[in-house]
């Protein structure tokens, strides 16, 4: 794996040489692998079931639709993102029309899965943190190349991130803060109601934004090891 070439300036010292955690992508490997399950299970003839003829679909088809598209849906809610709901969709629909075709139906999910389940263990080796006496270089090789390099004079605050198999494994995301910005995205809850009136209907709606620590992995230490540990490493040169 290609590694940064850290140019050190004269007396300036590498403090942390880190890469995320091998779990630390966990949620990438259950989305892939629940993929996976779902077209070998398509392909194991487990989702055979018999429809009455009023149906416009196969009902090993209707079956992948829900399995595939409703989990995934949630998962993009979850994550606000619509991109896995929408691989879900064309990977349903690419089956769909497979099947139709004489084609084995379960190929696009057996073979993105097992894809992407290979792929993430390179995205993860592509990302690298280091911490120096007066600097913080994070970086991402995957594809493209991203790279941040954040001197330590301009973080105000380090959040430290454990997720529930962090606490076991010890691993977590460690996020500084800077005065401009880097570091926190938006919380955003909405609300509204309406009145309708004869043929008229007025609405009246809000919402309130909080600022939570949140950041892209390359713009924070993510998943790393010993998180605590790098928190105080950073902390200690803001104090000094």
């Known amino acids: 794996m290609p590694?940064?070439?850290?140019?050190?300036?004269?007396?300036?010292?590498?403090?942390?040489?880190?890469?995320?955690?091998?779990?630390?992508?966990?949620?990438?490997y259950l989305i892939y692998g629940y993929v996976l399950v779902v077209g070998l299970l398509l392909w194991s003839k487990v989702l055979s079931v018999q429809l009455p003829e009023i149906f416009p679909i196969e009902g090993e088809l209707l079956l992948l639709w829900l399995?595939?598209?409703?989990p995934l849906v949630i998962a993009s809610i979850i994550k606000i993102s619509w991109r896995w709901a929408f691989v879900s969709?064309?990977?349903?629909?690419?089956?769909?029309?497979?099947?139709?075709?004489?084609?084995p139906p379960w190929v696009p999910e057996v073979a993105f899965g097992l894809v992407g389940i290979l792929s993430v263990d390179f995205y993860r080796r592509g990302h690298r943190y280091y911490v120096t006496s007066r600097r913080i270089v994070m970086?991402?090789?995957?594809?493209?190349?991203?790279?941040?390099?954040?001197?330590i004079n301009k973080i105000n605050?380090?959040?430290?991130?454990?997720?529930?198999?962090?606490?076991i494994f010890n691993f977590g995301?460690?996020?500084?803060?800077?005065?401009s910005g880097l570091g926190v995205g938006e919380d955003l809850a909405l609300a509204g109601t309406s009145v309708k009136v004869n043929r008229f209907e007025v609405g009246v709606a809000g919402g309130r934004g909080v600022n939570v620590p949140r950041a892209r992995t390359f713009l924070a230490l993510h998943g790393i090891p010993d998180p605590d540990?790098?928190?105080?490493?950073?902390?200690?040169?803001?104090?000094g």
Request: hydrophobic residues 50%.
């Open 3 to 28: 590694r940064l070439e850290m140019k050190l300036a004269r007396g300036e010292e590498l403090l942390v040489d880190a890469r995320p955690h091998p779990l630390a992508f966990v949620e990438l």
């Open 67 to 70: 399995l595939l598209v409703v």
């Open 89 to 103: 969709v064309l990977l349903a629909a690419i089956s769909t029309y497979m099947n139709y075709s004489g084609y």
């Open 139 to 151: 970086e991402k090789r995957f594809l493209s190349v991203r790279k941040r390099e954040l001197p």
């Open 157 to 167: 605050d380090v959040v430290v991130e454990i997720p529930p198999l962090g606490r």
């Open 173 to 179: 995301t460690v996020i500084p803060l800077t005065a």
């Open 229 to 239: 540990k790098v928190s105080g490493v950073i902390s200690s040169l803001i104090v």
